[in-house]
């Protein structure tokens, strides 16, 4: 390769990252869905962390005295544009962010929240797992944009849930649910009962492939039960936001049963994880997109739990 | 979809066409010469000074290209030989050239290993060539090299379950599988294939915690002892780029029945130990918890 070969893929590179950041710049406008009364929703896209942004579905809802915002988007910027959203919308203050758990899509904005009166609510695991995680959340999201790691970006909760607590936005209760391992150790859902709206956080996927970070087992019992329950529409983490209950908890469901079905077989056989991991399949790959990113990952963690079953 | 929302995507895809295209370009830039440069700066002589190394396919190391998940990346060593009293390979090294500890271990087989394979799982920190060097009973070294491209594996904690490992720390489980009992009844085809598995944080020292700013300190095994009635078959001296859990498979000829004791060593002097009942008539395993 000559100087003057590199010197044109530079430019090339160069134009094509400018290109890139153009619709990434504008998309942050995108704006906040009513749902149900006093209930909003900021869809995101289904598509890769730190390589896109507006990726999870942020929500919101409104009381008479204080408003509560339900997971922040993957950086302060996408952060800062929710905020901006939600003020042009009501004027009742954001008194409680809640994070649904530690993955950097739906937390990464908090900092655009950091104010006096606003309290930051989590799983009573969330802190542990950010203050593991954070640093590597941002240094891999300073690679993708240029910068450098900003670690005064971490907004740890100050309240923690074990159980189930109540907030009072004034008018309107939310039920914050603190679950056992699951997709991670630190998932919280969120109910509004006054309009029977369920925010899963991503203990449901829809489209986007679920990705399990936590435990296949934990998880389907979670699904189990939050599915013997009624509700009039549920927010999933990923995918279409208006999703009927209990149908759209199903396609996370059959794939993680398939998933633990087949990585059993493969541990009783005597199967090690590397074959696995090029084995399994994705038994309906037409439900689901980013298969290439996220299965190969869910073999390894669904087979490394599994294989200390007895 | 909107006009501007098509044009929108139609910009998306072509910008994608052109990153990926300029990316290969750069990339076919990188040589093998450039990606060894930390084993050929150093790390060579400082493990085997000028001693001579071939690459003659005597072993073959299995890697992932691109690890799906740093924390877990599956590795395995293939032996082109069986172990048998005149030649056999006694011990492995692995190094992950790029990582903060490029040594994962040194692993030693006798004679009654059956076979020096070896199956484990590392925590790859950085794109990195992987490589095992095997050396011989008569003192020969052989490298086989591969290339992983993954990220974090040392700094990432492998699970967020990790409280799992934590509460059945020690606690092992061992899974014997007998091979090729259909096949002649050399005693290379009579070998089992063993997976001893070990619950176990495998904390490398490397995950800060951001609200102390302090480093959890590092916690791993250190040392594997397995040996079958009393012979040694495999021992295993490992460092904090084995995953959580540390899961490794060998396998050793059992010519009697007989018992298979493994013995563990952590880095914060903990022991423990396991014992299996093998057969070397029907491959059944009985297991003595």
């Given at each position: 390769m000559t100087a003057?070969?590199?010197?044109?893929?530079?430019?090339?590179?160069?134009?094509?990252?400018?290109?890139?950041?153009?619709?990434?710049?504008?998309?942050?406008?995108?704006?906040?869905?009513?749902?149900?009364?006093?209930?909003?929703?900021?869809?995101?896209?289904?598509?890769?962390?730190?390589?896109?942004?507006?990726?999870?579905?942020?929500?919101?809802?409104?009381?008479?005295?204080?408003?509560?915002?339900?997971?922040?988007?993957?950086?302060?910027?996408?952060?800062?544009?929710?905020?901006?959203?939600i003020g042009k919308l009501t004027d009742v203050p954001v008194c409680f962010v809640i994070n649904t758990h530690v993955h950097p899509d739906h937390m990464l904005g908090n900092k655009a929240f950091q104010r006096d009166h606003v309290q930051f609510v989590g799983h009573r695991k969330l802190p542990r797992a950010v203050a593991l995680r954070a640093g590597t959340y941002l240094q891999r999201a300073a690679e993708y944009s240029g910068g450098v790691a900003d670690e005064s970006q971490i907004v740890l909760p100050e309240r923690t849930v074990s159980g189930e607590v109540q907030l009072d936005l004034g008018q309107r209760i939310l039920i914050l649910r603190a679950h056992a391992t699951a997709h991670t150790d630190n998932d919280l859902s969120i109910v509004d009962p006054q309009t029977g709206t369920l925010f899963t956080g991503d203990l449901v996927f829809l489209e986007h492939l679920p990705v399990l970070d936590g435990s296949i087992n934990g998880w389907l019992g979670e699904l189990d039960q939050l599915m013997g329950e009624t509700f009039e529409r549920v927010v999933p983490g990923h995918g279409p936001v208006l999703a009927a209950w209990p149908q759209a908890g199903e396609p996370a469901v059959r794939y993680l049963t398939e998933l633990r079905e087949s990585t059993r077989t493969w541990i009783a056989r005597g199967g090690d994880l590397g074959e696995a991991q090029e084995r399994i399949e994705v038994s309906r790959p037409e439900h689901w997109q980013l298969i290439e990113q996220y299965h190969k990952r869910n073999v390894a963690a669904a087979f490394a739990e599994l294989e200390w079953e007895d | 979809m909107s006009t501007r929302t098509r044009r929108r995507v139609e910009a998306g895809s072509l910008c994608m066409a052109l990153m990926i295209l300029a990316s290969f370009a750069s990339l076919a830039h990188a040589t093998t010469a450039e990606e060894d440069m930390a084993w050929t700066g150093g790390l060579r002589s400082a493990y085997f000074a000028d001693r001579e190394i071939v690459s003659d396919g005597l072993i073959t190391l299995e890697a992932p290209q691109r690890a799906e998940n740093a924390a877990i990346v599956p590795i395995s060593i293939k032996a082109g030989i069986p172990q048998t009293e005149d030649r056999y390979i006694r011990t492995i090294w692995l190094f992950v050239d790029k990582n903060p500890g490029p040594l994962v271990g040194k692993f030693h087989f006798t004679p009654a290993s059956g076979r020096a394979d070896l199956g484990l799982r590392l925590r790859v920190d950085t794109y990195s060539p992987v490589r095992a060097i095997a050396e011989t009973n008569d003192g020969a070294l052989h490298m086989s090299r591969s290339f992983v491209k993954a990220s974090g594996g040392c700094s990432a904690p492998a699970s967020s379950d990790s409280d799992a490992a934590r509460e059945e720390l020690g606690k092992m489980k061992f899974l014997v599988r007998k091979e090729g009992v259909e096949a002649d009844s050399s005693e290379v085809e009579q070998s089992g294939l063993a997976q001893l598995m070990i619950r176990h944080p495998n904390r490398s020292g490397l995950q800060m915690d951001q609200v102390t700013r302090h480093y959890a300190p590092a916690e791993f095994v250190r040392q594997v002892t397995v040996s079958f009635e009393g012979e040694e078959i495999f021992e295993a001296e490992t460092s904090f780029a084995v995953s959580e859990n540390p899961s490794f498979r060998f396998y050793f000829a059992p010519r009697r029945a007989g018992q298979l004791t493994a013995e563990v060593l952590d880095t914060e002097g903990r022991q423990f130990s396991e014992t299996?009942?093998?057969?070397?008539?029907?491959?059944?395993?009985?297991?003595?918890?």
């Open positions: 003057g070969d590199r010197w044109q893929l530079q430019r090339l590179l160069l134009y094509s990252t400018i290109l890139c950041s153009w619709p990434v710049l504008t998309s942050a406008d995108a704006g906040l869905q009513r749902i149900a009364d006093g209930v909003y929703v900021r869809p995101g896209r289904i598509a890769v962390v730190f390589e896109d942004d507006s990726i999870a579905n942020l929500g919101l809802v409104i009381g008479s005295r204080c408003a509560a915002v339900i997971d922040t988007g993957g950086s302060v910027a996408e952060g800062r544009a929710l905020y901006r959203a | 299996y009942d093998v057969s070397p008539l029907t491959g059944e395993v009985a297991a003595r918890q």
